[in-house]
């Protein structure tokens, strides 16, 4: 257990809705980062944050946005959902904004039908 | 979290054989690199790190070697066991930089018994 939790685990909507993914940092993380997972495209950074604030953009489509609160958890809001966007998405967390190992959750996978 | 599914390249070794694992990194101005063990159903687990100073570090039966010249990792995993079956991926970063981590593609090991 990596001490992340992300909720839900699984998801399934249709195109065009939007959904909210949750990620609890292990406890004393400053840092977020979440990812995608796509069968053709690996692990794909999207958005870091540490403590509350946006650090580092990836590969996030303007469709989706994130935010760390200040109790320290995030959420990953995906809108106007296509079947592309079905992927499993990870958050990880970190002590520090550049400090080495990145705790993963377990994931959440998105279906869109 | 499962990775199954996933095209990737696939690495087949004999258990108590030793495995290599290779990776290409993009950016040669990355300085930290991690390798991290995804297994089916969880999310990536950290293995190893190796920062640009260093090119060779061990672990508990792996090593991490890094040829900064041709921008190039591997993980090598001694003895290797039906646990080690995984895909595993490679991260490079830049520490004091936009502190995002890129992942590659990742490879899939199946030990065969």
């Known amino acids: 257990d990596s001490g992340v939790t992300q909720t839900p685990k699984h998801l399934i909507t249709a195109t065009g809705q939007r959904v909210t993914l949750r990620c609890s940092p292990r406890?004393?993380?400053?840092?977020v980062y979440w990812y995608q997972q796509s069968l053709d495209q690996g692990l794909q950074f999207l958005i870091q944050?540490?403590?509350?604030?946006?650090?580092a953009k990836g590969n996030i489509l303007e469709r989706f946005s994130a935010q760390q609160f200040p109790d320290l958890h995030s959420e990953l809001n995906l809108s106007s959902l296509e079947l592309g966007d079905s992927a499993l998405y990870f958050c990880?967390?970190?002590?520090?904004?550049?400090?080495?190992?990145?705790?993963f959750g377990e994931g959440s996978r998105l279906t869109v039908l | 979290g499962e990775s199954v599914g996933l095209h990737l390249p696939t690495l087949s070794v004999q258990e108590g054989d030793n495995s290599i694992i290779n990776c290409a990194y993009s950016?040669?101005?990355?300085?930290?690199f991690i390798w991290y063990k995804q297994e089916s159903g969880k999310g990536p687990q950290f293995i190893i790190d190796?920062?640009?100073?260093?090119d060779k570090r061990q672990g508990q039966r792996v090593t991490v070697l890094l040829n900064k010249t041709v921008k190039h990792l591997s993980l090598q995993i001694a003895a290797t066991q039906p646990g080690d079956s995984a895909v595993y991926f490679c991260?490079?970063?830049?520490?004091?930089?936009?502190?995002?981590?890129?992942f590659g593609t990742g490879t899939r090991l199946k030990v065969l018994a």
């Open positions: 990880a967390s970190s002590f520090g904004q550049n400090t080495g190992e990145l705790f």
């Open positions: 406890s004393g993380d400053l840092s």
């Open positions: 944050y540490y403590n509350g604030e946006e650090r």
């Open positions: 950016n040669s101005a990355s300085d930290y």
């Open positions: 190796i920062r640009s100073n260093m």
């Open positions: 991260a490079e970063s830049i520490l004091s930089g936009t502190y995002k981590y890129i």
